[in-house]
């Protein structure tokens, strides 16, 4: 069986650009939320001089991460902000000194086994960095380690524009072998898989030559067929495990992680500096110079644009992420986040939406969907408000990847009305479960 | 500074539209057009474009009456008008021909919703229609030169092979029958075109064609004649590929082409009508939801095994 997809434009204009440190802005805005699950509690207050590194924000609660300041400074102010998500969070604002001095606690963390390696994670407030953005020590804090058969490593880095991932892979190698290292030593794996689309040659050779010199690592090379980098396609093409449906990867033996997390625990390890800095791929039609930035979290996305040489034009849309999955921003002061990867700034023409016309019934929709759903099916059910044939439909199954509404020749919103059927779906199932206990 | 566009993802399209996809119909209908012109004269683009005019008009007309959105934009109806052309004889009235294209496009595409919509082909509606309305003019097979010719499978029926044309002449076109029909070389342009481009997927012509054949062989039938003659070249490759009245999945496509070509040899062999082409599609059409229900694949890590 082979999964489909579809094959958009790479777009891969900054696979040879090093990348740049921008420098430190005026005021940097860091959000509570950067990951999925409860915001972070406020660990500051205003006019706190703050040190990088230094904690701002706690964990709370069991699926949430601690967030660190990415600047030295003083905080200017802490006031709930909208994020383009739509969620109202608690946002700490630090004016820059300039010095970039790192807090005092900062030192290499005492790992020794399995325990405080968990807890190594959890302190460096590490997120999936693809993009995802869940935390990564509820992922690695396994209760049972032989469940686990493998690693996969995700460097398929299949959404167009973006090579953040790419440049881990050529300018960090050491820090995936030793991220890998950290793996094996600490979690008992011993077999790992880096899953790489095959339009990253250069990529491919430096993992390849590594991956030679080491026991258990098989570099596996993907057609470059988005979404390649899904979590339960990735699975599928490396391994030939099908991840059942409402399952994680673990269900059949996998942890999946993403390369620059894995290289960013190896990093933490060594250095102990928590994530306070990110390198984003700036680019889009709107982009003067489109290039590889590390900037600090909380930057300003403007500033970014200013390292690559300004903005053509006045940008129609910006996008975190790439453009079959990235969420549109609302303003050129939104902050990177911890799990930004790319800024894609659109000229009109780029952003301006395609005009919708009547579903001609081409089946394109369903011979592209990675998961074989129906997405005209259940555009059909979800008009008529049928909860029963969204479920039958299978609706909840879809990882909104977008190949649905790419591949449809009348413009229809498919993967968009997936995603309202998915909520739809939900309200009934709850209400049935509801039903069912009174 | 303006305010930048909020959307949902994905940010991006692929070129292909709807008008794309009936742009590149038309251009797989040419040589089929052009051939009806060199064998049948200049009536026949007579017939074709008053097919195309009144397809394109009573579209726009019923949907300015009904205030709904036009879409004669989308080149939809022209296809229609040139399939339906194709099914017709080139002697065929010019009103009877004008009445056709009315019943397609309003009867069988707009009052179901227009399109995508459509449970049945509009040009293989409006054909039988025709058939059944005027029996005489749509059965009269007349050369330009005034001769009249049997179509071969009606020649075949009567048992008087002596007047069949040469495999040469069916292949390039030079005999009796509807004025797109006839030219198995330039219908077979048309498909490949079709296929290169990926407008249709090779499963329903290859089903359809290969189950013509088979069975021809199994009844001791010329094969040649069988896949030349009648209406095949032209239902297997650009109306029974029609998306809002055929199957979208592999197997539903598969299953739609064989059953295309046993009732289509089925009328041939034993039926009262000497070719059944369009019936055998009509039929299929019909049976579209039950086969997409049919053949729609599980959803992956839904239990379904590997396939």
């Not at chain 1, 700036?282 to 979290?297: E, K, M, R, T």
Request: with cysteine; net charge positive; proline share 6%.
């Amino acid at each position: 069986m082979r999964l489909h997809g579809i094959k958009v434009q790479h777009k891969k204009h900054t696979a040879d650009s090093a990348p740049v440190r921008l420098s430190v802005p005026d005021e940097v805005c860091i959000p509570m939320s950067m990951h999925i699950g409860k915001p972070a509690k406020v660990a500051v207050k205003r006019g706190d001089e703050v040190k990088r590194g230094q904690l701002i924000g706690e964990r709370d609660g069991f699926v949430s991460a601690p967030i660190h300041a990415s600047v030295s400074g003083k905080v200017s102010k802490v006031e709930e902000i909208t994020m383009s998500t739509g969620q109202k969070v608690p946002a700490v604002f630090i004016k820059t000194d300039g010095l970039q001095e790192n807090a005092e606690d900062i030192a290499a963390p005492d790992v020794h086994d399995f325990k405080s390696f968990v807890e190594a994670v959890e302190l460096s407030g590490v997120v999936g960095l693809g993009g995802a953005g869940f935390p990564t020590f509820v992922k690695v804090n396994v209760d049972d380690l032989d469940k686990i058969d493998e690693v996969v490593i995700n460097a398929a880095e299949c959404e167009p524009y973006i090579t953040s991932d790419t440049r881990t892979m050529l300018d960090k190698p050491d820090y995936v072998f030793k991220g890998i290292d950290a793996v094996k030593k600490y979690m008992g794996v011993k077999r790992f898989v880096i899953g790489i689309e095959d339009n990253k040659k250069e990529a491919i050779k430096v993992m390849k030559d590594y991956a030679s010199k080491t026991d258990g690592v098989e570099v596996k090379v993907l057609p470059s067929i988005y979404p390649q980098g899904g979590e339960k396609v990735l699975v599928y093409n490396t391994t030939g495990k099908i991840i059942p449906k409402g399952g994680l990867p673990l269900a059949v033996g996998v942890i999946v992680i993403n390369i620059t997390t894995l290289a960013f625990i190896a990093e933490y390890l060594e250095t102990g500096m928590p994530l306070v800095e990110k390198c984003i791929t700036v680019d889009g039609s709107a982009v003067n110079n489109p290039a590889n930035v590390i900037a600090p979290i909380g930057t300003p996305i403007e500033k970014l644009f200013e390292a690559c040489g300004g903005l053509k034009c006045e940008p129609a849309k910006i996008l975190y992420g790439g453009p079959m999955m990235g969420i549109s921003v609302p303003s050129v002061d939104t902050p990177v986040l911890k799990m930004t990867n790319a800024i894609i700034a659109m000229d009109e023409k780029e952003a301006t939406p395609p005009k919708t016309t009547p579903c001609i019934n081409c089946g394109n929709c369903l011979r592209h969907c990675p998961f074989k759903l129906d997405p005209k099916g259940i555009m059909s059910a979800f008009n008529i408000g049928d909860s029963e044939a969204l479920e039958a439909l299978n609706v909840d199954l879809c990882m909104e990847c977008g190949c649905c509404s790419y591949v449809c020749p009348a413009k229809r919103p498919l993967v968009q009305t997936n995603k309202l059927a998915k909520i739809k779906l939900r309200e009934y199932l709850n209400s049935k479960k509801e039903e069912g206990t009174k | 500074m303006r305010k930048l566009i909020s959307s949902v993802s994905p940010h991006v399209n692929s070129p292909l539209t709807t008008q794309k996809i009936m742009l590149d119909m038309v251009i797989a209908l040419l040589p089929a057009g052009i051939a009806s012109v060199i064998i049948f004269g200049l009536r026949a683009l007579l017939v074709i474009g008053v097919c195309v005019a009144v397809c394109v008009f009573s579209e726009w007309g019923f949907e300015k009456i009904c205030k709904k959105e036009n879409t004669i934009t989308d080149l939809s109806a022209v296809v229609t008008g040139l399939l339906l052309a194709y099914n017709l004889p080139v002697s065929i009235p010019i009103w009877q021909a004008a009445f056709g294209s009315i019943v397609a496009i309003v009867v069988v595409k707009q009052l179901f919703g227009g399109i995508g919509q459509n449970f049945a082909n509009p040009a293989i509606t409006a054909r039988i229609i025709m058939m059944t309305a005027f029996s005489g003019t749509m059965t009269s097979w007349v050369f330009p030169d005034g001769v009249s010719s049997a179509t071969p499978l009606a020649l075949m029926t009567k048992g008087d092979m002596a007047s069949l044309p040469t495999y040469l002449q069916m292949f390039l076109g030079w005999r009796g029958g509807c004025l797109g029909e006839t030219c198995t070389l330039a219908l077979l342009l048309g498909g490949i075109y079709l296929l290169i481009k990926k407008v249709i997927s090779w499963h329903t012509p290859v089903a359809f064609i290969g189950t013509v054949a088979l069975m021809s062989l199994v009844c001791g039938k010329d094969i040649p004649y069988q896949l030349m003659a009648g209406g095949l070249m032209l239902g297997a490759f650009f109306m029974a590929t029609d998306y809002s009245s055929t199957p979208p999945t592999k197997w539903g496509k598969i299953i739609f082409g064989i059953g295309c070509g046993l009732i289509t040899i089925l009328i041939r062999f034993w039926g009262n009508f000497p070719e059944g082409v369009s019936f055998s599609i009509l039929i299929m059409n019909i049976l579209t939801p039950y086969i997409t229900k049919l053949t729609r694949s599980k959803p992956f890590g839904t239990g379904g095994g590997k396939r």
